[in-house]
C-alpha cells in the first residue's frame, strides 16, 4: 500500500484513525460556517466574506473599511481599478508587517463576485483568504497509456514548501495570477513545474472545472480549479525547473486510486481534481453509493 | 444552418424568438417552484413532490393516501414492498381509467428518496411524475475520431414518440426500469435502439452524471442521466430494431454545437448530456462566461 508506505515516510504526519473514502476529501473541502463570516463588499457587490477575528484589524482602517454588524463595506474613495489595488497593497503590507498576515506572496489576485474579468480590484495572492475573494487555479492530469492500463504522473511537493509540504500532487498545478491567460499560465507552469515543451503542452484538453469552498487557517477559500488532461508519451519524463517539487513518479491509476481513497497523502484540494479524473476516465462505478454525491460534491456553489 | 432547416422540416414546432445557449437547455430543465408542491411522504421520508392541482385526485383515496395542508403521507396499512407497489398499481390503474392519467407504460420505476436500493416500492413509470419521484435514465453519446476531426452520432426520433416526437436525441438513451443493473439496461438498449452487439456496447465508458429538476406537463421530474461515452469505429452504422428511431446522423461535432447552442431540435434533456460530453472533451472555452454556471447547473441538486 503506497499510501501507508509514504506516509511512514513523513512521519511528522499522524495516522488518521476514521475511514477515508473519495467523498471524505469532498466534505474536508467543504467545511465552512457563514456565521463565522462577515460579507465584504465594494460598491454594493459582495466579493467576499471575511472571518469575524480577521475583521477586528481592519478597524484600523476607516478610511478604507466601514465594518458594521453584518457586512464590511469598501469605502475608500478611489474608485479607479489602480487607485483601489494600491489602497488594498497598503493595507495588506501594513498588516504584514505587524505580523497580523504572514507574508506576501508578490503575485496578483483578482477581487471579484464572478469571474476574473469582473475584478474590482487586486489583491495580495497570499491574502485572497483573509478576504474570502474567489481564487482561480489550474491542475494538469497527466497520464500514460501503457499496455499494463492507465498510469498518472504524481508529484511529491518539495520540503520547503509553506503549504502542505511533502505531499503528493499533480503533476502541473498552480494559481492563476492576474494579466496571464488561461492558456498562458498553464503552459508557463507546464515549463516550471514539469520542464514541459509548449508543444507538448499544448496537447493539454481543457476538462472541467472543481468548485469548492473552505474556512481554512487564514480565512475562507471559495476556490475555483479549471481541470486538465493530458496524456503523454510513455517516454515522457516531468523535470521540475522552480524546485516546488521534490520528484516524479509515474503510478499505476489502482495504485493513485488507493492513495486517494485511503490517505491525505495527496494536497487537500488535489483529490478533488484526481477525483474528477477518475469519473470522467469510467473508474469510479455509477453503482457506487455515493457517485451522485461525488459528482455534485466536486461542483459546490461558491457563496 | 443545420438547425433552422431541421426546424423548418417539422413545422408544427415554431421559431424560437429568444436567442439561444447552451445555458438556455439547463435552465429550461430546472424550471420549478417549490410552493406549487406537497411532498409525498412514506414512512415519513420524502419520496416525492406532488403538485397541488394532482394532489385533489388522491383525495378519493383516503385508505392510501392522508392528504394535509402541507403533506401527502403515504398511509396504506401494508408495510411490505410487493403489497405496496400493488396498492400503488391499483390507483395509478383507477387513475388511468379515469382519464386523469394519460396513459400506463408498462415499466416499473423505483420510488425512492435517494438511490435505486433504497426503493420503499415501485410505481409505472408513466406515473413517476405525477407523483414526483427520481427518476433514472441512461443517455449514450456514440463518437467517431476521424481525419477531420470528431463527430458524434446524432438520432432523430420517430414521429410517433409520445414525448419529443422528430426531435434529434442521443445515439442510444432510455429509462432505466427496476429490475435490470445499470450495465444490462445500457447492453439492451444498446442492442434495441442502435443494434449494437454486446462486443461494442461494452467498451462504452461511464463518464458522468447530469442531474436536473424540472416542472413538467405531468409533474415534477427530478431526473438523473446517466452518462456514457462510447468512441465507435468509423465503418459502424446504427440499426434501429425497436422503432423509437426514424433515422441516425454521423455529424461533425461543429455541426452538432451549433444545433444544441442555437435551437432546440434535440429533446430537452438530451441537450444537457451533450453539453457535458463538450466540455469533457475541451470543446467549451474555459474562458466562456458561461462556464461555470454550466458546469455546476449540469449537477443540480435534486430536491
Known sequence: MLGHRALAQHPLRPYRSEPMSYLYHIRECNHWE???????????????????????????????????????DWIHPATGFEDRTAAMHEVVSALEAQGIVSHLHGELYPVTASSREHARLLIDRACAAYFGVRAFGQHLNGF???????????ARRSADRRIFPNRLDNLVAGGLPWGLTLEENLHKECREEAGMAE???????????????????????????YCYDLELPPDF???????????????????????????????????????????????????????????????????
Not at 144 to 154: A, D, F
Not at 245 to 252: K, R
Request: hydrophobic letters at 40%; glycine letters at 4%.
Open 34 to 72: 457563514p456565521k463565522r463570516f462577515l460579507p465584504l463588499q465594494v460598491d454594493g457587490e459582495r466579493v467576499g466574506r471575511i472571518r469575524r477575528d480577521f475583521v477586528e484589524h481592519l478597524r484600523d482602517w476607516p478610511e478604507v473599511f466601514r465594518v458594521e454588524t453584518d457586512v464590511v
Open 199 to 225: 508543444s507538448l503542452a499544448c496537447r493539454a484538453v481543457a476538462v472541467s472545472a472543481v468548485t469548492y469552498c473552505r474556512d481554512s487557517k487564514r480565512g475562507l477559500k471559495p476556490d475555483v480549479m
Open 237 to 303: 519524463e516531468p523535470r521540475c525547473t522552480d524546485g516546488e517539487v521534490h520528484s516524479f513518479q509515474l503510478q499505476p491509476i489502482e495504485q493513485v486510486m488507493e492513495t486517494v481513497r485511503e490517505t491525505d497523502e495527496f494536497k487537500l484540494n488535489c483529490n478533488l481534481v484526481i477525483i474528477d479524473f477518475f469519473i470522467r476516465h469510467g473508474l469510479i462505478s455509477q453503482d457506487s453509493a455515493d457517485y451522485l454525491d461525488l459528482i455534485q460534491g466536486l461542483r459546490s456553489p461558491l457563496p
Open 144 to 154: 500514460v497509456r501503457s499496455p499494463e492500463g492507465l498510469k498518472l504522473w504524481v
